[in-house]
């Protein structure tokens, strides 16, 4: 989950998208990639509040490991998100 500074424009985060979907997409462990932004909800147990969600799907820990190393992730990261995003909320699981 990220949340994206209020002063950042609209560009910075179509930017983010699209560079996830071509670039992370294309680290070698990562099985499935999905970016996007919350839909509308009235049930009160979904979070809205971020700006876009990142979920991504690996062979396993060693590939999890493999690609938060990986130049292009720290170079997304380096690039997309440290000078645009407020929150990163992160979730590791089986």
Avoid at 2 to 30: C, Q, S, Y
Wanted: aromatic residues 10%; neutral net charge; contains cysteine.
């Amino acid at each position: 989950m990220i949340w994206f500074r209020k002063d950042v424009p609209a560009e910075a985060v179509a930017r983010f998208r699209a560079r996830a979907d071509t670039e992370l997409r294309g680290i070698p462990g990562v099985k499935h990639l999905h970016c996007g932004t919350p839909i509308p909800s009235d049930r009160p147990v979904v979070d809205k509040s971020y700006s876009v969600a990142l979920a991504m799907a690996f062979d396993g820990r060693a590939e999890l490991g493999a690609y938060a190393a990986h130049p292009v992730h720290q170079k997304f990261s380096e690039e997309c998100i440290r000078p645009f995003v407020e929150r990163l909320l992160v979730y590791d699981f089986e």
